[in-house]
Structure formats: C-alpha cells, structure tokens
C-alpha cells in the first residue's frame, strides 16, 4: 500500500493528502512520494529572486517522478481535485499528494506569469491599474469641464461612474470612504457615490453635505495626477497607495489628498475600483494657519481695489452686482464662518433715499406695513425694515437645523416650519408659505410643498389643459398629477423646454457662481420639476396667454 512520508511521519492512506502536503510545506518544505518500489522528493521552490525558475524546475521533478513511478501528470491533477473515494483510496494517497503539489504549483507559475488565478480570471496587472488612474484622472477633469459649459455633467459623471468604479457588477460591493464626507463617511451604493461625486442636491436620496467633489462644489477641476507610492499585485487584485494632487480650475490651488484604491478584474473582463479611501495629509485638518500681518494688508488692499472696480462697472452701465457679488465671495466669509458686519450707514441710506425720492422702501422678500416705533414716518419705515430683517435672520437660525436634521417627514416638517413662523411677531401663514417655497427650490429631495402647494385660482385654467379635464375637484393632487406627466412626457416641446431650461440655468449659474445656494436653485435635472416651481410655470403661462390675447386684440 502506498504510503506518504514527512519529515519522517508516516502517514496512512486514511489521513487526507491535503494536510500532509501542507504539513510537509510548513516543515521540510519536501514531499517524498513512495510507491511502487521507489521514492522520489520533490522540494518546494522557495521565494528566491528567481521563482519562476525555481517553480519550473520544481515541477519538472514533479513530472520526472511521476513518469519514474508510471504516473501521468494530467491524471494526477485531476485525482487530486476529485474528493471521492474512488479518486484518491482507490489510486491512493500517494498518487492524490503529488497531483496536489504539481496543481498547486502549476497555479502559482501560472499567477507570476500572468495567467489565470485559481478563480478561473485573469489577475490584474499593473499597467491596467495605471490605465485606470489615467482614465480616473480624466473623468474628473472631464466631468469639470462640461459642468462649466452648462452640459450635462451628471450624465457624464455616472458614464464614467460606471466605467470606473464596480458598483453593480455580478460579486462585486462598493468599498468608498471619500475624502469630503463627514456625516456619511462610507457609502456602499452608486447613489451615495454619485451624491459625493455630483452634489446631494441633484440626485435622488442625495447627502446635503455633499457639494459635488467632481465639479469641485462649482469651481470645477482643472486637473488630477496620481503620484503611486507603490502599486501590487495581490493575488487577482491590484492595490495602489499613494497621493493625488488636484488643481481648481478657478483659482489654480492645489489640494494633495492621499489614497488607497483597490482593483479587480469584473465578470466582463474589464478593471474596475472596488476599493476606495481617501483622506487629507494628518495635520492638514487641524485648522487654518494663523493669519499673517501681510494676509490682512493683502486683503484690505484687495477691498479697496473691489470697491473701486464695482463703482467703474456700475459708471460704465455693465453688470455691478455681479462684480460685487464676486468680490464679496472672495472677501468676506459668508458661508464659511459667523460673520459680524454692521454696516456704516445702512439706517442713513435708506432714510435718505425715502425722503430724497418718496419712493416705498421695500427688501427683496416683502413690502413692510410698519408698526409705529417713532414719530417721524420715514424713520419709522426704516427702523421697521431693519427690525423685520433681525427678526428674519433670528428665525432662519432656528430653522435651519431642524431642516437639516431630516429626523421629519415632509407634512411634520411644513407644520413645524409654519408654527415657527407664526411665534415671530407681524409674520403670518403668507410668510411660512413664502419662506417653505424658498426652503423647497433649495432642497427638492425634502418634498416640503409635495402635499402642502396649493393651487391658486389664476393657475387653474392651465391645470385643466394640461390634465384634459374640464373640472378639478383635487387642486393639490390634479397639480401632483400635472407634476407627473410633466416630468415624464418624452414629446418635442418638452425636449425643446428642458434644452432650452437648461441653457438658462447655465447662465444662471455662471452669473451667480458666488451664490452657492443660488447655484442650487438653478440646477434642475431632467425630469426632476418641483411642485411648487410648477404652480409658479401655471401662473406665468396664464399671463403668458392673456398677453397674447391682448396682442390679438390691438
């Protein structure tokens, strides 16, 4: 009866090949082979500077012992691999122990020469591993560019998306910890990486602290190069670690952002990323550096010069508020800190504009009907507006964590918001109205007005051709019914209305690029019109109509 023999162990044929052969691996690093007679070792190669090499030679001593013994090769591996009683008792353990090791090293000279793995795909290589980065990289920049020309930068976010990453192939999880994410640190589907990528406000189920990192919050990206510490080869899998620099196409900073990225071959034979980590340098996120004496005359020199410029651009008739509005995004920290600004003569100017033109004052939200604080009408007046303004600003500190808490669905959070409201002195249900419409164009995916629009009367008429009925007894589900088949209607003027939308918008966006909360009102996708801005598109078209009339008449 055949026997295996390790380190001078012998073992019957009832013990399982596979341990003694891994047994005499981990202790001589040699398997003896007895049977019929003879002996033949077959020593492992070992990791030397020649595997290849010393893997071949090893396995032709395989071969040479097996022919000694009267064995084929190809039977042997095939043994080896059949569990049944008939593949190994009945050959013999012998027979099963040397196919293991001849299979077993044929797989391993088959990985260092590029091969298939024991999964049955071939391993990624490290060219491929550059190949994506490189693509990576242009994804980036790419995705950058058509955001600033007004395309559809979404579109090409999720191409390349798919492309790169393998979210959604067969056996394949998404592991992503991006750099910018606080509050949702990992994100395991292509919508969270999408919403991280493109910007929370324009996907569906989107992360408000998401500003887009492909189209660098709005200022976009002008380029991205990897720079490897070391890539290698695992196994199937590629692994890379190193850091990636990425320069603002608007300001040309650069921001160093280190990485691990993990690569695997997918069941259509193309590298994707499965792994994903990125972080800044430790200590980059310790906070700012302190501000230098030369930084405060820089930017009281930059001022200077800011007020000078929007007085030359508003004297020259061009667009001065979106000078000012440009250096006020440069100079001032709105947005990104508490500021404290009063104003040199705020009170004065208005004051002097009343009385020098006996026009109404009126601020960008309502026409103020004053409470009497003074005798003096005008100073009344603007005493009024400035208090109404505070009183604005102390409620807006007190909404804005509860619409960001999202711990409400979209009815609670409208009621919630409206009592709000209705505690500050001289605001109304028109004002909870007016401020949730504003609160619903900035962040659709609430759906605060989804149940809560109500149809006016003048927007009526429009409702019913747009629904083909000559009655309406559900204002509020008829206008989520229009909603609907707006969104979806695949005809030639609603292309021609989203083409020509998002022209606008991109306009829109450019003229504003300060303005982030602007920027995310006039970010519309496809297919994606609210509630509200619809009641609002109703109103316009009944104007819209009675103009024309009107011109028909004349």
Same mark, same amino acid.
Request: proline share 3%; hydrophobic share 45%; net charge negative.
């Given at each position: 009866m055949a026997t295996v023999v390790a380190q001078n162990v012998a073992f019957k044929q009832s013990v399982s090949p596979n341990r003694v052969t891994a047994r005499s691996a981990r202790a001589t690093r040699a398997v003896k082979v007895a049977g019929r007679g003879r002996v033949v070792t077959c020593k492992f190669a070992k990791d030397d500077a020649e595997p290849v090499k010393a893997i071949k030679q090893t396995l032709? =001593?395989?071969?040479?012992?097996?022919?000694?013994?009267?064995?084929? =090769?190809?039977? /042997?591996?095939?043994?080896?691999?059949?569990?049944?009683?008939?593949? /190994?008792?009945?050959?013999?353990?012998?027979?099963?122990?040397?196919?293991?090791?001849y299979t077993s090293l044929s797989s391993r000279l088959s990985k260092l020469e590029g091969g298939s793995s024991s999964s049955g795909k071939k391993p990624v290589t490290k060219a491929e591993v550059l190949e994506v980065q490189k693509n990576w990289a242009a994804a980036i920049a790419h995705i950058?560019?058509?955001h600033k020309e007004g395309g559809d930068y979404i579109a090409a976010a999720g191409e390349a998306a798919g492309n790169l990453y393998a979210y959604g192939q067969p056996g394949q999880n998404g592991h992503f910890k991006p750099t910018q994410a606080a509050e949702y640190p990992f994100r395991p589907t292509a919508g969270e990486a999408m919403s991280y990528f493109v910007g929370g406000s324009v996907v569906d189920n989107g992360y408000d602290e998401d500003g887009g990192f492909a189209i660098n919050g709005g200022k976009g990206w002008k380029s991205c190069v990897y720079k490897n510490h070391q890539v290698e080869i695992k196994g199937d899998v590629g692994i890379a670690m190193g850091t990636y620099d990425f320069t603002c196409a608007t300001t040309g900073e650069v921001s160093t952002?280190?990485? =691990?990225?993990?690569?695997?071959?997918?069941?259509?034979?193309?590298?994707?990323?499965?792994?994903? #980590?990125?972080?800044?340098?430790?200590?980059?996120?310790?906070?700012?550096?302190?501000? =230098? +004496?030369?930084?405060?005359?820089?930017?009281?020199?930059?001022?200077?010069?800011?007020?000078?410029?929007?007085?030359? +651009? #508003?004297?020259?008739?061009?667009?001065?508020?979106?000078?000012?509005?440009?250096?006020?995004g440069e100079l001032y920290a709105y947005g990104f800190s508490d500021v404290m600004f009063k104003p040199t003569k705020a009170a004065e100017d208005m004051l002097e504009y009343r009385r020098s033109t006996g026009k109404p004052l009126q601020t960008s939200a309502f026409r103020c009907v004053p409470l009497r604080l003074c005798e003096d009408a005008d100073l009344n007046l603007v005493r009024n507006i400035l208090q109404r303004s505070k009183d604005l600003l102390s409620l807006g500190e007190i909404l804005w964590p509860i619409v960001m808490s999202r711990d409400?669905?979209?009815?609670? /959070?409208?009621?919630?918001?409206?009592?709000?409201?209705?505690?500050?002195?001289?605001l109304g249900e028109t004002w909870a109205k007016m401020l949730t419409a504003c609160i619903d164009i900035s962040y659709p995916d609430l759906g605060l007005l989804e149940t809560q629009c109500d149809v006016g009367v003048g927007s009526l008429e429009s409702l019913k051709i747009i629904l083909e009925t000559a009655k309406l007894s559900d204002h509020r589900g008829a206008l989520k019914e229009a909603k609907s088949r707006i969104n979806a209607s695949d005809s030639v003027a609603a292309s021609a209305f989203w083409s020509f939308l998002a022209e606008v918008e991109a306009s829109a966006r450019e003229a504003f690029k300060s303005f982030p909360t602007v920027v995310k009102q006039v970010s519309t996708r496809k297919g994606r019109m609210s509630a509200v801005t619809l009641q609002v598109q109703l109103c316009e078209w009944r104007q819209f109509c009675e103009h024309l009339a009107r011109v028909a008449e004349e």
């Open positions: 032709d =001593t395989v071969k040479a012992g097996a022919i000694a013994l009267g064995i084929s =090769t190809v039977p /042997l591996a095939a043994q080896a691999a059949d569990g049944s009683s008939e593949g /190994l008792l009945g050959v013999g353990v012998a027979i099963g122990a040397a196919g293991l090791v950058s560019k058509v952002v280190e990485y =691990t990225f993990g690569y695997d071959r997918c069941d259509d034979g193309k590298v994707r990323i499965f792994l994903h #980590h990125s972080s800044v340098p430790y200590g980059a996120g310790a906070g700012p550096a302190p501000v =230098t +004496t030369e930084e405060v005359l820089d930017v009281q020199k930059r001022w200077a010069a800011a007020i000078a410029n929007i007085s030359a +651009t #508003h004297k020259a008739g061009g667009d001065y508020i979106a000078a000012a509005g440009e250096a006020a409400l669905d979209a009815d609670q /959070l409208f009621s919630t918001i409206s009592a709000e409201v209705r505690k500050v002195k001289g």
